[in-house]
């Protein structure tokens, strides 16, 4: 049996869930662990979560229960890590520690632990992903109304002549001292332009109209994306539970520019349209080595533009 735990925001879910449904399809006995998402353990959470991959619709999930996951976890009693340090028992714990494990699908009884950002870890399952990820409706019929409209929008530009874009500005959390210390400094304003350049080299001469999402839109309201002439339209109705919405929004439209967030890396993922264009820094975080020929090899057919606004 191999379970993998869910853990962090929305984002990090999905790419565990991603990599859940991988091992299913490489033919393990897979489960999920929620665990980490109990009132107990969230008790003690700086930033506490819920488990949001239950408000998609019908999402099918086989969750871990304790036993199967005390089994396979070790357990971090002393005795456990006594057994473990003298070589009585073998760990069953696989942790990431990497950027990408190429043998990660070749476990069978082990308990995974990791975020899995690597968008080659689930790229050939993405088709059969799109459909399960199927997004709930605002439970308010005022802000369900405001979506449906939004989408309604974007759907319709192409007979405007116009390519929709969606840009994904990430503050709050990521300004505080710690996160911005692994955050900080690479979606720069350089590397905004950087993407927006980009958009108009794959689509030369289209209109654009940038769709913004920020989880600070005072700030994104100061902003402004292409020529002076492209609309820019900053979307904050979606807040609370709601939020996960702007993740579908930024999906309809055709051209993505990503934050270095898991949010905005799904927006773009969840993109169906063929000619799809996902642009994403370089760097995710100031902890890998990001060498843009092996990001290239990691993230095939996205676009990368560094912290200086350089086309990678």
């Known amino acids: 049996m191999v379970i993998v735990q869910a853990a962090g925001g929305l984002g990090n879910q999905m790419q565990q869930y991603a990599v859940y449904r991988k091992f299913l399809s490489a033919g393990a006995d897979a489960r999920l662990d929620l665990s980490w998402f109990s009132a107990e353990n969230q008790e003690n959470m700086r930033a506490r979560r819920e488990c949001e991959l239950t408000l998609f619709k019908d999402l099918p999930i086989r969750a871990a229960d304790p036993g199967e996951v005390r089994k396979l976890a070790d357990g971090d009693s002393f005795v456990s890590r006594l057994l473990r340090k003298s070589g009585i028992v073998k760990s069953k714990q696989f942790t990431e520690s990497r950027m990408y494990h190429e043998d990660l699908f070749s476990l069978r009884d082990a308990y995974v632990t990791g975020y899995f950002a690597c968008n080659r870890y689930y790229e ?22 405001r979506n449906r409209r939004t989408k309604e929008a974007i759907g319709g530009e192409a007979e405007r002549g116009v390519l929709p874009v969606s840009v994904h500005i990430r503050r709050g959390d990521y300004l505080e001292s710690g996160n911005a210390e692994l955050f900080g400094g690479i979606c720069t304003p350089a590397y905004y332009e950087g993407a927006v350049k980009l958009t108009a080299e794959r689509y ?24 002076e002439g492209e609309e820019n339209t900053v979307l904050s109705f979606n807040t609370g539970r709601d939020s996960m919405l702007d993740m579908q929004l930024m999906s309809f439209c055709p051209v993505n520019i990503c934050a270095n967030s898991t949010f905005s890396f799904w927006g773009a993922r969840l993109n169906a349209a063929e000619d799809a264009v996902r642009i994403r820094p370089l760097k995710q ?28």
């Open 124 to 145: 050939d399952i993405m088709p059969e992903l799109r459909q399960l990820f199927a997004f709930p409706e605002s439970a308010d019929p005022e802000n369900a109304e």
């Open 204 to 227: 030369p001469g289209k209109q654009r109209h940038f769709y913004i999402f920020s989880d600070d839109p005072e700030y994104a309201s100061s902003l402004h994306f292409g020529e």
């Open 285 to 312: 975080a100031h902890r890998f080595d990001y060498e843009p020929d092996v990001m290239h090899e990691l993230w095939p057919g996205w676009e990368l533009v560094d912290s200086e606004g350089r086309i990678r």
